[in-house]
């Protein structure tokens, strides 16, 4: 059973960057997809990034497109977002998640494991 724990978050002015880890202590992370998705108070978790098993295929929300990049490196068992140009918007919680079902991959339902979040605050 995975066990993932993100890391990283914090405060950080606009145009600032952030590298956020999420440590799956369970499960080799090069055996399962994996995502980040963030929530915003009043919003629901909306997916920004996932990577397949293999890397193989990436996808990004638009609202992220060329700032931020999801990589993986299997012998650290971590999956990593690099968030760039941040702007207030991008305040939020951030989530990793893994192993989706067979569903719709953007909808947070479709993920079998959570970590407990990590707060990202972009101050103006």
């Known amino acids: 059973q995975a066990q993932l724990r993100e890391s990283g978050g914090g405060l950080v002015q606009v145009g600032g960057s952030l590298r956020l880890s999420c440590t799956d202590s369970?499960?080799?992370?090069?055996?399962?997809?994996m995502a980040w998705f963030r929530q915003s108070p009043g919003k629901g978790r909306e997916r920004i990034a996932a990577?397949?098993?293999?890397?193989?295929?990436?996808y990004y929300a638009d609202s992220v497109k060329g700032r931020f990049t999801i990589s993986k490196d299997n012998a650290k068992n971590t999956l990593y977002l690099q968030m760039n140009s941040l702007k207030p918007e991008d305040t939020a919680v951030y989530y990793c998640?893994?192993?989706?079902?067979?569903?719709?991959?953007?909808?947070?339902?479709?993920?079998?494991?959570w970590g407990q979040g990590t707060q990202v605050i972009v101050s103006s």
């Open positions: 990577m397949s098993y293999n890397g193989a295929y990436v």
């Open positions: 369970g499960r080799p992370v090069s055996g399962y997809a």
């Open positions: 998640a893994s192993d989706p079902d067979s569903g719709d991959s953007s909808k947070p339902e479709t993920y079998r494991s």
